[in-house]
């Protein structure tokens, strides 16, 4: 034979050098961010936690602005997967599990959701980077599951007379609200255990 053996060879793909060191880079501004919030954080500390130059940091990130873009995206593409579980089973009983299955991966990462609740309350000033991404956030999550519940009308499994916005507001006020309970009291706080009680009582209430 007269060819390369290595073409032979079965490959393993490997994540390039620097998609790897995006990502350290990332979980370094997500931690920097739930300590310090965005305001706070530097990008000469974040390079420091990774140990690299802050021009390292620039030729992935250009500026503070696009990391804080970087990591808000990331979890975008985790609480996508978590949602997709919304939509797996359309009924009542379907609905409140995929928003208990939202809250319990919550509950496994305590540092991500410090940074988010810290990135949540900055960005309620306008001129925050990360204003519009919470903006469209809510509206979106109030459109999705606006109009699963008014699905659930339409088949019968929920009351027709529901104030169905006013729902999903003490819904997600429940959940964020529960968060920085647990965040500050975690020893006393059960996140799971007090959202898995109050979605049982919301099932009650709106069930046809």
Request: charged share 25%; no cysteine; hydrophobic share 40%.
């Amino acid at each position: 034979m007269t060819g390369n053996s290595s073409d032979t060879l079965p490959r393993t793909r490997r994540a390039p050098k620097g998609e790897k060191r995006r990502e350290e880079l990332l979980d370094a501004a997500l931690q920097l961010f739930s300590l310090e919030g965005y305001t706070g954080a530097s990008i000469a500390r974040i390079a420091d936690l990774v140990g690299i130059s802050v021009a390292g940091v620039l030729h992935h990130f250009p500026n503070k602005v696009a990391l804080l873009m970087g990591v808000l995206a990331r979890r975008d593409e985790v609480n996508h997967k978590v949602v997709s579980s919304l939509h797996s089973e359309p009924t009542l009983q379907g609905f409140v599990s995929g928003l208990r299955q939202i809250n319990r991966s919550n509950a496994t990462a305590p540092g991500v959701i410090r940074a988010f609740s810290m990135l949540n309350a900055e960005s309620l000033v306008d001129s925050h980077p990360g204003w519009e991404w919470f903006q469209s956030r809510y509206v979106t999550i109030h459109g999705r599951m606006r109009a699963r519940l008014d699905h659930l009308v339409a088949t019968g499994e929920v009351r027709g007379d529901v104030d169905l916005d006013a729902i999903i507001h003490q819904i997600l006020a429940m959940m964020d609200g529960l968060q920085l309970q647990w965040l500050r009291f975690p020893e006393t706080v059960d996140l799971v255990q007090r959202f898995d009680s109050y979605m049982a009582q919301v099932e009650r209430e709106i069930r046809a």
